[in-house]
């Protein structure tokens, strides 16, 4: 898969289709999410990094996705309810997703491609994070249990 993250374009959890180009010069932290996952409290720590560094550059792309445990059975509108009334996320939350198989969404083919990561393309678990440098280029790949505040000296590093 050639090109690069800017490329792709997602729909967000009200319907609207997002270009990657919107965030081009940003850096960018991707995840895919579940409203009931033993990491789902993780929801709190994105939002306090969104809070933290969104005047400095950073996105955060919460991509919900199903196939681990059925961990993520709500409708879209559940979803953003969830995530707006328990952890008050404002970062950009997208339309349920696959990240793994032949249905997985294009972001995740790529992303899986560039950071193949301890298990080669295939993503383990629900809050595996992609950080995406200013320019497009996927840097780092976390595991789920990487909590989002360990990733602050590498954001802060893409930042300057």
């Known amino acids: 898969m050639t090109g690069n993250f800017y490329q792709f374009s997602a729909r967000s959890l009200q319907g609207k289709e997002i270009s990657m180009e919107e965030y081009k010069g ?3 932290l991707v995840v895919n999410t579940a409203s009931k996952c033993g990491f789902t409290p993780q929801y709190e ?3 306090n990094l969104n809070q933290k560094y969104k005047d400095k ?3 955060i792309l919460g991509f919900p996705c199903n196939q681990f445990g059925n961990q993520e059975p709500g409708t879209e509108k559940e979803i953003a309810e969830g995530c707006l009334i ?3 996320v404002s970062f950009q939350m997208f339309s349920k997703i696959e990240v793994n198989g032949g249905d997985a969404h294009p972001v995740y083919k790529y992303l899986k491609k560039r950071l193949s990561g301890f298990l080669g393309g295939v ?3 629900n809050f595996t994070k ?3 440098d200013s320019e497009g280029k996927p840097v780092n790949r976390y595991a789920p249990a990487t909590k989002p ?3 602050e000296g590498d954001i802060e590093k893409l930042l300057k």
């Open 149 to 151: 505040e360990q990733l």
């Open 86 to 88: 328990n952890y008050g």
């Open 45 to 47: 720590g994105l939002e």
């Open 26 to 28: 940003k850096v960018i």
């Open 130 to 132: 992609f950080l995406i």
């Open 123 to 125: 993503i383990k678990w």
């Open 57 to 59: 550059g950073l996105v």
